[in-house]
T-cell receptor
């Protein structure tokens, strides 16, 4: 089945550790996005990539890093510099020329 | 800067009632796109509808309907004869260039009671 997968669904880390969240899509979409959702708030854009080997910062990029070495993969690293990393992280992708983004199931990160 | 406001934080209705979720947006772009997404308890966002700024026709899809009014910068969503399965968080969003980034409202929690 075509879709977007994010793993793991739940992730626990100790404070000060870097952690990488996975996002894979087999929809052949060109663009991919990472959003963060905090309780009672809408989604905020962290990073996005429109083509392989290229990405841009979103509204809240500080403390995060990404790579886009393959079209189907867009991993997000939450570094120790991110002051409040506990949140729900959603990955999305979009077909070239289309407007709507499609989302993965999300990863809930808890930093202890 | 673009902004989306969903003033209703939470709405509770009884099954079979109609309910309207409000969305007001701000943008300086003449061409823009508006969206509604549903987030059930599982967490994944489900795309419901896209509307571009040149198309003010209302749209109906089953029990769902959308009212887009440029004059008031609103894009409201109505569920007719609500069902328990409609319980979710609903987000309105605006597409921002470059990159077709989405700017989201804070969301409205809809609770439908049987």
């Amino acid at each position: 089945d075509g879709g977007i997968t994010q793993s793991p669904k739940y992730l626990f880390r100790k404070e000060g550790q870097n952690v990488t969240l996975s996002c894979e899509q087999n929809l052949n979409h060109d663009a991919m996005y990472w959003y963060r959702q905090d309780p009672g708030q809408g989604l905020r854009l962290i990073y996005y990539s429109q083509i392989v080997n290229d990405f841009q910062k979103g509204d809240i990029a500080e403390g995060y890093s990404v790579s886009r070495e393959k079209k189907e993969s867009f991993p997000l690293t939450v570094t120790s510099a991110q002051k409040n990393p506990t949140a729900f992280y959603l990955c999305a992708s979009k077909e070239a020329g289309a407007r709507e983004q499609f989302f993965g199931p999300g990863t809930r990160l808890t930093v202890l | 800067a673009q902004k989306v406001t969903q003033a209703q934080t939470e709405i509770s209705v009884v099954e079979k009632e109609d309910v309207t979720l409000d969305c007001v947006y701000e943008t300086r772009d003449t061409t823009y796109y508006l969206f509604w997404y549903k987030q059930p308890p599982s967490g994944e966002l489900v795309f419901l509808i896209r509307r571009n700024s040149f198309d003010e026709q209302n749209e109906i899809s089953g029990r769902y309907s959308w009212n887009f009014q440029k004059s008031t910068s609103s894009f409201n969503f109505t569920i007719t004869a609500s069902q328990v399965v409609d319980s979710a968080v609903y987000f309105c969003a605006l597409s921002e260039a470059p990159g077709n980034k989405l700017v989201f409202g804070a969301g409205t929690i809809l609770r439908v009671k049987s």
